[in-house]
């Protein structure tokens, strides 16, 4: 080879008075101090051979180099030719150590099998420096379509700081220009990480997913599936983007508590398969937010005691509805209504007091209050419940921090009252606050 620098595509830029060039578009990996590099042609030596005294190249794409002297006229991205007559002598010397160079790495990697290596096969692409490229590029008539590819990624994450690592990458080129990493290896710590496609299927009896390269498959229709097709050792991501769809329970199809599902629109499951093409649902989330439950109404479950101290967990408790009370039951036993409603959870009676109700199913109300009121000439007054007995009085605890209470003072109300009578002797006239707990029958 006695020039090169011949692709179309290759470029030299040099500033004036200066002696480093910056070439594109050429591997400068078999160039060597002692060459000669002519600029402003390919197709023929123009001006004066420049000596080279030093080359780096960056990958297989262009590099630097720099001549013995400097370099009086500037060129911008100008055409050039290296010239390899001068090197060793004879263009034929040169060949020879360049063909020499690629029967070594043939030969270990296609040669006999020898104890070196333990017999391995192994191709090295030894990287100049940690910033270039080791590649094995695929191509279709000079289209590239993929690349597995080393290289150093700097990345910074959201709200961190920049990291550089060396990486390996399965890459494409979608349009034969840019490049995607479809696998990328971490070769720091062994991880990887890997783009996950999507494509869209018809709900029908089978929906193969391993008919398309793609780890999320979007079903549209309402079809009853029983099937995920024959798929082996795959695992998928499945979103129904329309409501109807039934996934059956069955060997091929294993659902949680062999329950079937009916999708709603939104709603996601992960499903894997074995060895033998088997799938199982892993788990399901509803667009809804509401747990996985069967399609159709079940019999009331059984809530079971825990283990704790005073247990025991062989007794069974019931609740179910009997349309006007809540009922439980502990094995054969009725407890009855079982509940409690608060009429107020916090409610005002007057300007001057509040209240709390807590009523229960057996009729009993619990009443709690504070309450400014003003005494009369006997220091008596009828404190408001704000509820309402249907039968007897309200029976109150009272209690006060402005003067001692009697312990035996008269409490008294009227039935079917809304108030309780209080009485302090001595008490004529006084304008107080009272802290009380009034018990009635509401119903």
Known sequence: MAFYGNNPTATATVVANTNLVTVTGIDLTIVTPGMTINLGARDRKVGDAWLIASVAPSGTNGGTLTTQGSIPTAYNSVPFLIDTTGYLGTDASYAAIVGLKNLDALS??????????????????????????????????????????????????????????????????????????????????????????????AAASTVDLS????????????????SFGPGKNLSRFIEFGTAGAVLKHS?????????????????????????????????VQRMSGKAFVPHTPTELGVVRQGGGVGQNAANVVRLGWSNTDLLAQVDALELGALWASRANA????????????????????????????????NGSARVPV?????????????????????????????????????????????VVRYNWLAFGRWK
């Open 108 to 201: 270990t990697l296609l040669g006999v099998a020898t104890t070196i290596y333990s017999g391995a096969r192994q191709l090295v692409l030894d990287k100049a420096s940690s910033s270039a490229i080791g590649r094995i590029l695929l191509q279709i008539a000079g289209r590239s379509w993929g690349a597995i590819e080393q290289r150093s990624l700097t990345y910074t994450p959201s709200g961190g700081q920049a990291t550089t690592v060396e990486t390996l990458a399965l890459r494409a080129s979608p349009d034969g220009t840019t490049w995607t990493d479809a696998l990328l290896v971490n070769l720091a710590n062994g991880t990887g990480d890997l783009r996950t496609g999507v494509t869209v299927m």
């Open 211 to 226: 008919s398309a390269p793609a780890g999320i498959v979007n079903i549209n229709g309402a079809a009853t599936i029983v």
């Open 251 to 283: 060997a091929a199809l294993v659902m949680t508590g062999g329950l079937d599902l009916t999708t709603q629109a939104g709603d996601c499951i992960h499903a894997t398969s074995d060895g033998s093409g088997n799938w199982r649902v892993r788990s």
């Open 346 to 377: 916090v409610g005002s009676i007057d300007a001057n007091g509040q209240y709390a109700i807590q009523r229960f199913p057996s009729g009993l109300a619990i009443v709690m209050g504070s309450s400014v009121v003003t005494l009369d000439a």
């Open 386 to 430: 704000g509820l309402t007995t249907v039968a007897g009085p309200w029976l109150a605890l009272v209690s006060n921090g402005e003067f001692s209470v009697f312990s035996a003072a008269p409490v008294s109300g009227d039935s079917n009252s809304t108030s309780f009578l209080i009485l302090f002797p001595g008490g004529a006239n006084r």
